[in-house]
């Protein structure tokens, strides 16, 4: 009986040391000022206007330096939208203290021209993108009836360059564990695939991106944009799971809320979140 308890105990411990304590960082590489609020919450005032941000989510742990999307930096972008106190993403993660050689995985939300757009600026990291995320932006959105609408065709040639490089790494589902203790999630249909993590640890968080563009959207359970408007239930439920995975909505962290730098500790550009 003593042996036994011993080996559960020598299990738990060793499934604990496993799993990374990690840290998260939110680095806001832009401002994007006087947003129309009803293309990020649905269902709200068309007059309404809010300033948002341009964000990257640093993890780190077990030896990994792991991005949350890989933000934008070419240069069609800054025409079409209005994109103010700009840093290269990889000029921003510097402010955190890493290289941009030192990122050693870049997980994409989605492929949307400023999430994918600089999967280029870190030479030395794994892609990490939806398998079918992947296989939709590279062939059917492109034919008769499909949908390309913010997906940049540079930064859909750098993924299949990169693939080609053996340099990605293509997610295939929902729940699925890509680092230990971290997690990736689908459902919420921003994009024809795109995914969310889940980090776990004494306090776990969820990464949202844009499946939620604001707290706003969790506080009033509205759907942020999605690939078609008969996506939009599925959007609020899986905001719900985001919710019951982290463990509280103050866990999960939006996409484009620059509230995310009010409600954490922030030096400059940097939030310390966990």
Sequence with gaps: MKRLLLAAIAVTLLGSASTPEYTIQAIRYANSPGDPVAELVIGAP???????????????????????????????????????????????????????????????????????????????????????????????????????????????????????????????????????????????????????LGIDGRSPFVLASDSVYLYRNLAEHRASATFSDADYPANIKNQERMIQLAGSPDRVVPGHDALQFVKFPTHGRVAQIK
């Design 46 to 196: 068309k007059d309404e206007k809010i300033d948002t941000v341009y964000v990257l989510w640093l993890i780190r742990g077990g030896g990994r330096n792991i991005l949350f999307d890989s933000g934008f930096h070419r240069q069609r972008w800054f025409k079409e939208w209005t994109i103010k106190d700009y840093l290269r993403p990889d000029e921003a993660v510097r402010l955190a203290g890493v290289k941009r050689e030192d990122v050693t995985d870049v997980v994409i939300s989605h492929a949307h021209w400023d999430h994918m757009g600089g999967i280029d600026l870190f030479p030395r990291a794994n892609i990490w993108i939806q398998k079918e995320e992947f296989r939709y932006y590279t062939a059917d959105a492109w034919q008769s009836g499909g949908n390309h609408d913010g997906i940049d065709p540079d930064d859909v040639q750098q993924l299949v360059r990169l693939n080609t490089e053996g340099r990605l790494r293509l997610v295939d589902g929902d729940n699925i564990e890509i680092f230990p203790g971290i997690r990736a999630y689908v459902g919420a249909r921003h994009t024809f695939a795109s995914q969310y």
